[in-house]
């Protein structure tokens, strides 16, 4: 049984409640896991709150190496996270192991900023001396959810102990297990007891009995647009600071001039990567007409060559959904894109190789002749689903994409460095790639616009995100 990790402790719940978590590539029941109610959460806030005037006097270049130390700790134990992760999502252990690295290297990054990021001396007009301050804002509530959970995970925790907060953390209920051996780690690098608490459970009860909590003054919450609002509403009572990183319908827009040989495996991992369960997942595929039907024709063939298999072998591209549930509601979708009249390309059902009977697994699917304003073209489906949509010239496939509520990331494929640049001015989201299904780096902000989200995590502005700016006078 795992329990939770409050005051540097590992200890149950007041209630004794627990969470079973099901292994999803085989449906089989494998860890019991503590489900933190109101009770232990409250207790690890006091605890977090009592830990801040202990960090916070820890000297710029101890802090530094603390994290340090806790990334070199997660790349010694790169394999063993990995695989933990691997089997608690069924994500593909190659996928698992890169996440891992991401961590470690977050850490890292953050551990650098520590003693660079500070205050500024102000030329006002007044007999005086102007400067700011960088403080800490107090004990954080991280929230996570369950698609990535290590490395969303490191982009909360490594820039608030940059920033000297503290910090109670609520994995997503069903995939807690890194993040709790992540705050061990910490322990060991040298992190205060009380500094970095982990509380799994459901984010009705402890997800929200954590926002709601007078003592959180900061709230980072990662997850669905729907609990984001709640998230939002919540922390709207006593004015916490809060950055929401929420969903998205993010688009592809594949010119006419775009290397095909390049664009087609690119395009298709933007989408498929960890089963499609990404928040970038550029779901909405435009093509530019001429390109239309060999584009669909090369793509489903790849689709069809896709290694579907169990997350821990080497091979594996795609693994199984991360729960049966999260399946159905996918399953729904693919339903919903019928009725619509969209043209199912390829996939679309549950895979009949009988090695994956038992996982919850779903072949990779695209769905053509998309209309823009339909469901499947404007709600976050969250799996291996593509929606091709055909354009014929630059400005409707920029109205095309910017047809959403979200505006979280995207890609442009062209040869033309004007057009490129022209779009991507054009399209509204957070995050833009040109070329590249790829759209995060440690180094570079993240985040969305429109419901996707409000602040920024990565870079150095998510440093502001973890701190108060306080501005001193002192009068000549
Ligand atoms: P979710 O919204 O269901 O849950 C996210 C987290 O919130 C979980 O820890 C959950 O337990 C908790 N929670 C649930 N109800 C709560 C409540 N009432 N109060 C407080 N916390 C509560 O999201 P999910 O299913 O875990 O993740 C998938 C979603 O996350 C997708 O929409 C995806 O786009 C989004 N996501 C966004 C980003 C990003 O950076 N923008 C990254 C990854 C995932
Ligand atoms: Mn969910």
């Given amino acids: 049984m795992e329990k939770l990790l409050i005051a540097g402790d590992r200890v149950p719940t007041v209630s004794g409640q627990t969470t079973q978590l099901i292994d999803p590539a085989t449906g089989e029941a494998w860890m019991e896991v503590a489900a933190a109610g109101v009770e232990d959460v409250d207790r690890a806030v006091q605890v977090a709150d009592q830990a801040r005037a202990g960090w916070r006097r820890v000297n710029s270049r101890d802090r530094t190496q603390i994290l340090l130390r806790l990334a070199n700790l997660i790349r010694e134990n790169r394999e063993a996270l990995a695989q933990l992760e691997s089997r608690n999502v069924g994500k593909p252990i190659r996928d698992a192991r890169d996440e891992v690295d991401l961590a470690a290297d977050c850490f890292e990054f953050y551990a650098g900023t520590v003693n ?58 069903q995939t807690p297990l890194t993040a709790l051996r992540l705050a061990e780690l910490a322990l060991e690098a040298g992190v ?15 997800g929200n009995a954590l926002v709601r909590h007078p003592l959180v003054r900061k709230v980072s919450f990662t997850g ?12 709207a ?28 495996p ?7 990567g960890n089963a499609g369960q990404d928040c970038c997942a550029r779901s909405r595929l435009l093509l530019e007409r001429p390109l239309y039907e060999e584009f669909l024709y090369r793509l489903s063939n790849e689709f069809k060559k896709l290694k579907l298999g169990m997350p821990l072998n080497d091979d594996t591209e795609i693994g199984p959904l991360v729960s049966f549930g999260h399946r159905d509601r996918v399953q729904e979708y693919i339903e919903i894109g019928r009725k ?11 895979p ?29 489906i969250f799996g291996p689903v593509v929606c091709a949509i055909p354009f014929d010239h630059e400005e409707e496939a920029i109205a095309i994409a910017n047809n959403s509520f979200y505006g979280l990331s995207g890609s442009i494929w062209t040869q033309d460095i004007s057009r490129a640049l022209r779009v991507a001015k054009a399209i509204e989201t957070g995050v833009i790639s040109i070329n590249t299904g790829h759209s995060v780096h440690l180094e570079a902000p993240f985040g969305g616009y429109k419901r996707s989200g409000i602040g920024r995590e990565l870079g150095l502005a998510v440093l502001a995100h973890y701190s108060e700016l306080k501005s001193v006078f002192i009068a000549d």
């Fill in 192 to 206: 205060p007891a009380g500094v970095f608490n982990v509380v799994p459970g459901p984010g009705s009860v402890a």
């Fill in 266 to 272: 690119k395009a298709m991992w933007s989408v498929l």
């Fill in 352 to 380: 009949a190789q009988t090695d994956l009977e038992k996982g919850a697994f779903l072949q990779p699917t695209i769905f053509a002749d998309v209309k823009p304003n339909s469901r499947i073209a404007q709600e976050e």
């Fill in 116 to 173: 660079k990021f500070g205050g500024t001396v102000n030329p006002v007009a007044a007999a005086g001396t102007s400067l700011t301050f960088r403080e800490p804002i107090g004990v954080c509530g991280l929230i996570a959810p369950w698609n990535f959970p290590i490395a969303i995970t490191s982009w909360k925790v490594a820039p608030a102990l940059a920033m000297g907060n503290t910090i109670v953390l609520k994995p997503a209920s």
């Fill in 237 to 264: 009572d006593d004015i916490k600071n809060v950055t929401l990183e929420l969903g998205g319908k993010s688009a592809n827009l594949v010119f006419v001039d775009a290397d095909l040989d390049k664009v087609i």
């Fill in 340 to 350: 619509e009249g969209a043209t199912l390309v390829c996939g679309g059902n549950i």
């Fill in 224 to 235: 669905s647009t729907e609990i984001g609002t709640q998230v939002m509403k919540l922390a």
